[in-house]
């Protein structure tokens, strides 16, 4: 069985924290890049985040840079997304996803999760 599982989501105040998990079941998150993404209501799958298949190279977002950190732990075959500082623009499903050919800002990644809900509200 090979999927992607996000958790860590949840209802936060602004100013607030979370940590999401990406576990990796059915194949090996060496051979991949995994990405960030979200997608507000209303609005288009965008790009957050990204860790190369070596864990040495990382990607952020413009609006989210000084305040996400994206890190691997292989052991675990999991991907983790720390938050800091969320905002109610924060809001939204985030989805992990698995690339056999390195990181993308746009959505064309070979398999996605299912997404966890992050809410930014006071």
């Known amino acids: 069985q090979v999927q992607l599982v996000e958790s860590g989501g949840g209802l936060v105040q602004p100013g607030g924290s979370l940590r999401l998990s990406c576990a990796a079941s059915?194949?090996?998150?060496?051979?991949?890049?995994i990405g960030w993404f979200r997608q507000a209501p209303g609005k288009g799958r965008e790009g957050v985040s990204c860790i190369s298949h070596s864990g040495t190279r990382a990607y952020y977002v413009d609006s989210l840079k000084g305040r996400v950190t994206i890190s691997k732990d292989s052991a675990k075959n999991t991907v983790y997304l720390q938050m800091n500082s969320l905002q109610p623009e924060d809001t939204a499903v985030y989805y992990c996803?698995?690339?056999?050919?390195?990181?993308?800002?746009?959505?064309?990644?070979?398999?996605w999760g299912q997404g966890t809900q992050v809410t930014v509200s006071s």
């Open positions: 996803a698995a690339r056999l050919s390195g990181c993308s800002p746009s959505p064309l990644y070979n398999k």
């Open positions: 059915g194949f090996s998150l060496d051979y991949y890049a």
